[in-house]
């Protein structure tokens, strides 16, 4: 049985000849104050209602309370907020602040129809799971909301070329697979040999920090299979605005497949992927790879060599290619690394060390996702639901990255990661007052990053411009 533990005096250590009390009794108080400016973001760029126009509502318009606009919000600000779970909202449907990022024009809920709703403006973690729990093709009696994820799709590739003044010379899209553990009996979950476990396999393409694609998939594919399929959209997207624009792809070499190359040469799209080694490649690279090993002999020091050859398969190949290999000796022995590549005119130094190696960042963005923003929180029994979790997650993650790269911008946290702009910039403590007139925060005088709010307030309000 749950217990009412809202008045229970709790009490610590003393501090000299006082007392320390604590009781949960203060009214209107939340620890999310910072959140304003998730909401400066949402407004501009009308986040919530473009993602609200992706769904389709079937419910009776004189039975609903929460649009679906309003869901979807709650939803994408709770796990921008570090609240992943739908049970989490049981309690935070009474937050009037919440309600104000929302968008509720009655933040304490007072004017709910039904009395067992009133002091909660939001909705509870019931009708957030009918949401979530939508079902594909016709609509049963519970589940009257749906979405289109193709519409989805390309919302995340608008909110992107969006977020560029002008049009870029080169852009280069990542491409990464990697696993989702999954611990139950889900729809489209398998063992995966390499990771050792069972998981799902999404991929996600990213531009720099800006997330343009996260596709669910079952593990018992090819990490490249469906990339063709899942780029053509994206990339006539961006050409459709940018004509001029140069594309770059860039993987591992789980993506160097003939498929996917030779798509690219005939749509002129360029590329850049690794190439895992085998016998053919290491001789071809045997003169540098000695040469590597003498000069670290020599200075005891890392050393690497490059060489630039054609290189074509025995059967899988319809043609040569350009291939850079890497010769490096360390101390624990020969590293080679090979990448396969269209781009004629970059020297093969750099475009290892500058152009490929780069790649390594993309892993960044995709730990954010998981662990910061819960994108593996997929525990749903349908793989069309844990699709949905994985574009909330997708959404909230867009919502940090416009803060990071216009609120943040010229500021110590312009690099930070979105767990440490969730820590020091939106959980702030405050008192929260409503009246018929305004929405008042107290925020904590002790907060340390005060003027940095402000900063990071003033450059939304310039770099923003709504609509």
């Not at 929460?66 to 570090?82: E, F, K, P, T």
């Not at 959209?233 to 996917?260: C, H, K, N, Y």
Request: aromatic letters at 8%.
């Amino acid at each position: 049985m749950q217990t009412d533990c809202t008045a229970v005096q709790l009490e610590f250590q003393g501090l000299g000849r006082r007392r320390v009390e604590a009781a949960f009794d203060a009214g209107h108080v939340t620890s999310d104050a910072g959140s304003l400016l998730l909401r400066e973001v949402a407004l501009a760029t009308k986040m919530m209602e473009r993602v609200g126009g992706c769904f389709q509502d079937a419910r009776d318009p004189s039975r609903i309370e929460h649009d679906l606009a309003s869901l979807v919000a709650q939803r994408i600000y709770g796990l921008a907020l570090g609240y992943e779970d739908l049970n989490d909202h049981d309690h935070l449907r009474s937050d009037p602040l919440l309600a104000v990022l929302v968008g509720k024009l009655d933040p304490t809920g007072q004017g709910r129809s039904r009395t067992r709703d009133r002091g909660c403006a939001l909705a509870g973690k019931s009708t957030l799971n009918r949401l979530e729990q939508t079902p594909q093709g016709d609509q049963d009696r519970y589940r009257r909301m749906s979405f289109d994820s193709g519409k989805l799709d390309r919302l995340l590739v608008d909110l992107f070329l969006e977020s560029y003044d002008h049009p870029p010379r080169q852009i280069i899209l990542d491409l990464d697979a990697t696993d989702d553990p999954v611990h139950g009996t889900q729809e489209g979950r398998f063992f995966h040999g390499y990771y050792g476990h069972y998981c799902f396999l999404p991929l996600y393409v990213f531009c720099e920090e800006h997330l343009l694609l996260a596709r669910l998939r079952p593990s018992n594919i090819d990490a490249s299979a469906g990339t063709v399929e899942e780029l053509t959209p994206i990339i006539e997207r961006i050409w459709e605005r940018w004509p001029q624009t140069q594309i770059v792809l860039r993987a591992d070499s789980g993506f160097a497949r003939e498929e996917i190359m030779a798509w690219c040469e005939a749509n002129g799209i360029d590329f850049a992927f690794g190439l895992a080694k085998n016998s053919r490649l290491i001789r071809k690279l045997a003169r540098e790879s000695k040469q590597a090993r003498k000069w670290f002999a020599r200075t005891g020091r890392a050393s690497r060599c490059f060489r630039d050859f054609s290189y074509r398969t025995l059967n899988s190949w319809s043609c040569s290619r350009r291939v850079v290999g890497k010769a490096e000796h360390l101390e624990k022995g020969s590293n080679p690394r090979f990448v396969v590549t269209s781009l004629k005119s970059v020297p093969a130094k750099a475009l290892y060390e500058d152009l490929y190696c780069a790649r390594g960042e993309m892993e960044n963005r995709i730990k954010e996702q998981q662990l910061d923003l819960f994108a593996d929180r997929t525990s749903a029994a349908t793989i069309r639901s844990n699709q949905l979790r994985l574009y909330f997650s997708s959404l909230a993650y867009v919502l940090l990255q416009y803060l990071r790269q216009v609120g943040l911008r010229g500021t110590e946290l312009a690099r930070a990661q979105c767990g440490t702009i969730r820590l020091k910039l939106l959980k702030i403590g405050a008192l929260v007052s409503v009246s018929v007139r305004r929405v008042r925060l107290r925020m904590a005088s002790g907060y340390p990053y005060a003027q940095l709010f402000a900063q990071v307030l003033d450059n939304l309000r310039h770099g923003l411009s709504p609509g």
